[in-house]
T-cell receptor, first 119, second 113 residues
Framework: DGGITQSPKYLFRKEGQNVTLSCEQN?????MYWYRQDPGQGLRLIYY???????QKGDIAEGYSVSREKKESFPLTVTSAQKNPTAFYLC??????????????????FGAGTRLSVL | QKEVEQNSGPLSVPEGAIASLNCTYS??????FFWYRQYSGKSPELIMS????GDQEDGRFTAQLNKASQYVSLLIRDSQPSDSATYLC?????????????FGSGTQLTVLP
């Protein structure tokens, strides 16, 4: 089955601790994204990566870090500098394939999400 | 001014009625528009995409785009209780990367049996 796998489903962070959220995709998509969603709110972009070994800050990158060492993987670390980390974290991906109409390359597909809470 | 705006709702319609969801956006250069459905506690799933002015129909769903007025809407015909969810409008706002999406805050829809 092709898809985007996020783990864990639930995560608890102690004060001062860094935690890492996993995102793996087997869709052969080039671009990957991390969003944060707070209750009753839309999605806010944290980081995105369009190719391996390159990533860009989104609107709310402070307190977060990412890496993109493999095309399939885009882990997100929530650092101790993020003072209000409780939220629903969503990973998404999209393709740059030449076989996809150019406007359709904006379509993003989501994983099931990780719910992070603070102990 | 928010880049993508939606009425937060909640919007309630009786079963079998037409539900109408609206979204306005600020970037006149936007070319791709999407509607995602998000059930409570779940991740968003794409239900419609539209790229040119006019209507795009898929089953009970119709997306409507008016670039001159900078709005995009979603109509759900013969609404079912299973359509009860939050609907997110997403637009590709040009801000550094042509493949970023900006999401509205969502409209919560409840279909009453």
């Amino acid at each position: 089955d092709g898809g985007i796998t996020q783990s864990p489903k639930y995560l608890f962070r102690k004060e001062g601790q860094n935690v890492t959220l996993s995102c793996e995709q087997n869709l052969n998509h080039d671009a990957m994204y991390w969003y944060r969603q707070d209750p009753g709110q839309g999605l806010r972009l944290i980081y995105y990566s369009q190719i391996v070994n390159d990533f860009q800050k989104g609107d709310i990158a402070e307190g977060y870090s990412v890496s993109r060492e493999k095309k399939e993987s885009f882990p997100l670390t929530v650092t101790s500098a993020q003072k209000n980390p409780t939220a629903f974290y969503l990973c998404a991906s999209s393709t740059h394939s030449s076989g996809v109409p150019i406007l359709a390359k904006n379509i993003q597909y989501f994983g099931a999400g990780t719910r992070l809470s603070v102990l | 001014q928010k880049e993508v705006e939606q009425n937060s709702g909640p919007l309630s319609v009786p079963e079998g009625a037409i539900a109408s969801l609206n979204c306005t956006y600020s970037d006149r250069g936007s070319q791709s528009f999407f509607w995602y459905r998000q059930y409570s506690g779940k991740s968003p799933e794409l239900i419609m995409s539209i790229y040119s002015n006019g209507d795009q129909e898929d089953g009970r769903f119709t997306a409507q785009l008016n670039k001159a007025s900078q709005y995009v809407s979603l109509l759900i015909r013969d609404s079912q209780p299973s359509d009860s969810a939050t609907y997110l409008c997403a637009v590709n706002i040009h801000s550094g990367s042509a493949r970023q999406l900006t999401f509205g805050s969502g409209t919560q829809l409840t279909v009453l049996p």
